[in-house]
């Protein structure tokens, strides 16, 4: 029995630090990728750090580009533990960014701290009929949700393409030729209070607060507990009289919101505006995607999202310097994300394959096997 | 204004770049019906084109051969294929959450090596257009249907040549037969990982080739992200076709010609705003995913991994 806690011990370490493997694993391609290109991945990674760590204004960055992750993540942990997938973080931030400013740019007479209050719940909001829709889908039409919600991001595009172009273009930009497709910039007073005389805006703290709220959501309401069993076993779940359709698009929709309002904090807190360049990534900065990899990163656990989150950022914003030092394009970060996200939930295998061993384990203790000579004489008879 | 869309040149127009533009859709989403047939969902198609597309232009761009291009698009799709393979069957990963981590990392790459290697937007000469004998000559339907380059002809008769194998051939029976019930299939010999291996590489062939066919057929360039969804669509496909070659067909030429239709609007600048144009084909995917998702039952065995009992 002692043994068994140990090597019980020992394998739950493993599993804890599984990601941490899978990334060291990505860096490890990513440096053979960029010794074929001859770049020395040293180099290029040291560059990588000092981006991100070097300095306390590198920091701030690192947290500010974290912010986004953490909240499309949080949403993430919500959708996949209830076992339905969401790729639609980038139409969901969109949607619910272009809603925020709407009201920034429409109530300019209010207080500040009204409509900051209000542009997160219109981000809450749109974002959350932005997953909802597939969620409804899914859960009564039964359509594949990963290739709605990709239908979404496309729809969510074109939709900001029209407005900040068409009804919602800057007003200066109307009047001047060049017409860039951009909203006004909000009122000073409606941008979400600094924290530290750098770019870190209040936006990573109320990010940090709902993975907490997001944790207690999970694992100590009923409602969590729901999603959950909906996740695991609907089939048990139904049995059981839970509303499975409902949970569904609940934990879609709670996964849209908080990419909408991860869509808002982006703007309140970082742009002060909406800008487009006709792609979703320009304004979200594949937000949308890449909380995928920070919350599976983070082991679907809204706590373990935080630092994954800021590991994420900080890959982001070390590949610009990375560009500028060593010449290497930061779109190598986007394919380092992609291995992280592969050799995560290959490593998986390695978990499910100890728990088997750990239930024979037990099962042997519980009943030991029986001397095996009877088993031998059968098998000397039979020859 | 609206009249213009109906005049007979710009009617053959839609038609003839439709009949085009259907090309990647086929490729990609043939290859994805293969793989999902056998219970997996590849949902690094995107991923897969987009380095294919890549492979495919370089080559061609510094060799000045065309085979070239199309053989190293190939072989780019089977290795990515290769790899999916192993990641889904032997390590048995969740199949949705890989597919995106493939995506990210083709999208990633080829933005890679396209700044590393090229820098700037380049073009080539792509696959020239083949006129059929006699077809190409008849009025109207041999511009739409018999003007094209050997790729998009090669999409065509893809879909026959994908339903014969699906339905008439031992090869096709053993790929449904892992699709819809593994563990019936292994018991009587079928080895469930070596069928699944061959339909996602096959299925990363044919996104490579789907990829090529933008990069060195249809718009002989390369750009970052240039399939932009493109591959999605064509897994979205598979759906909209219920996992048939022909329905696939039916899928993709309904998506194509709405797209065309909407290339067209703003040529002819016609007053509807371009971003509501450009929305259509997706809205319509999803209703037609709505129609036809309670309909149509998917393999019993897609997303499941395989794993033989005790």
Redesign the interface.
Same mark, same amino acid.
Do not use: R, W
């Given at each position: 029995m002692k043994k068994l806690f140990q090597s019980e011990w020992l394998s739950r370490t493993v599993d804890a630090f599984l990601p941490v493997f899978a990334t060291l694993a990505a860096l490890l391609v990513g440096a053979i990728m960029l010794l074929l290109l001859k770049v020395n991945p040293i180099e290029a990674y040291a560059a990588l750090w000092d981006g991100a760590f070097g300095s306390p204004n590198a920091v701030a960055e690192t947290l500010v580009k974290a912010t986004p992750l953490l909240l499309v993540a949080l949403g993430i942990c919500i959708s996949f533990r209830g076992n339905v997938i969401n790729i639609g973080g980038e139409g969901q931030m969109v949607v619910g960014a272009l809603l925020a400013t709407w009201v920034g740019l429409t109530f300019t007479e209010a207080p500040g701290w009204l409509i900051i209050v209000l542009a997160l719940v219109c981000g809450f909001l749109g974002g959350a009929v932005w997953g909802g829709i597939p969620g409804v889908l899914k859960a009564y039409f039964n359509v594949n949700e990963i290739l709605s919600t990709v239908m979404m991001n496309a729809i969510a595009i074109q939709l900001m393409n029209f407005l900040l172009r068409g009804p919602m273009i800057d007003p200066s930009q109307a009047e001047l030729a060049s017409k860039i497709p951009q909203t006004a910039r909000l009122l000073d007073i409606f941008q979400l209070p600094r924290l530290v005389p750098t770019r870190l805006h209040l936006g990573a703290l109320i990010a940090v607060v709902l993975a907490v709220l997001v944790y207690i959501l999970l694992w100590r309401t009923t409602l969590g507990y729901r999603i959950r069993a909906v996740g695991q076993n609907p089939n048990a779940s139904r049995y059981a009289g839970i509303n499975v359709p409902r949970y569904m698009v609940l934990a879609l929709l709670l996964s849209g919101a908080f990419a909408g309002l991860a869509g808002a904090v982006q703007v309140y807190g970082v742009n002060y505006r909406m800008i487009t360049d006709g792609s979703a990534s320009g304004f979200t900065g594949s937000a949308g995607f890449n909380g995928i990899v920070a919350a599976l990163f983070g082991q679907l656990h809204p706590l373990l999202s935080i630092p994954a989150s800021i590991l994420f950022g900080a890959l982001l914003v070390g590949a610009n310097k990375m560009q500028r030092m060593v010449q290497v394009p930061s779109a190598l970060v986007i394919a380092l994300n992609g291995l992280v996200v592969v050799f995560v939930v290959s490593s998986e295998i390695w978990r499910r394959y100890r728990q088997r061993r750990r239930l024979v384990a037990i099962r042997d203790e519980e009943s030991p096997p029986q001397p095996d000579q009877p088993e031998v004489q059968k098998e000397d008879a039979q020859q | 204004m609206i009249s213009d869309l109906f005049s007979t040149t710009v009617l053959i127009g839609i038609l003839a770049s439709g009949i085009r533009l259907a090309t990647p859709y086929l490729y990609a989403a043939i290859g994805e019906t293969f793989s999902q047939k056998s219970g997996v969902l590849n949902?690094g198609v995107e991923?897969q084109m987009l380095l294919g597309s890549f492979a495919a232009f370089y080559i061609t761009y510094t060799t000045g051969n065309l085979w070239f291009g199309l053989l190293a698009a190939i072989m780019v799709g089977a290795f990515m294929g290769l790899?999916m393979a192993f @990641?889904t069957v032997n390590?048995? $990963?969740?199949q949705?959450? !890989?597919g995106?981590?493939? #995506? &990210?990392?083709?999208?990633?790459?080829s933005? &890679?090596l396209f700044?590393?290697l090229m820098g700037t937007v380049e073009t080539v000469r792509g696959f020239p257009r083949v006129s059929i004998p006699v077809l190409s000559g008849i009025p109207g339907v041999g511009d739409i249907f018999f003007n094209q380059s050997i790729l998009v002809y090669g999409a065509y008769l893809l879909v026959p040549i994908a339903w014969f194998v699906l339905n008439k051939t031992t090869l096709g029976l053993k790929i449904r037969s892992v699709g819809e019930n593994p563990d019936a299939a292994d018991s009587l010999g079928v080895s469930v990982k070596r069928i699944r291996y061959f339909t996602i590489i096959l299925g990363g062939i044919l996104s490579g080739i789907a990829g090529a066919s933008l990069s060195i057929a249809l718009l002989n360039v390369f750009q970052?992200?240039m399939t932009?969804?493109l591959g999605?669509i064509a897994? $979205?496909l598979v #759906?909209f076709g219920g996992w048939r070659p022909l329905g696939v067909l039916g899928g993709a030429l309904l998506f194509s010609l709405v797209n065309s239709l909407q290339l067209w609007i703003q040529v002819l600048g016609l007053p509807i705003?371009s971003?509501?144009a @450009?929305?259509m084909p #997706?809205?319509l995917?999803?209703i037609v &995913?709505?129609a036809t998702? !309670?309909k149509i039952r998917s393999p019993s065995a897609l997303t499941k991994p395989f794993e033989r009992e005790g």
């Open positions: - | 949902l991923g790899a @990641v390590l048995q $990963a969740k949705g959450i !890989s995106i981590g493939f #995506y &990210l990392f083709g999208l990633g790459m933005d &890679l700044q590393k970052q992200n932009s969804g999605f897994v $979205a #759906y705003p971003e509501l @450009v929305m #997706y809205i995917t999803i &995913l709505v998702a !309670s």
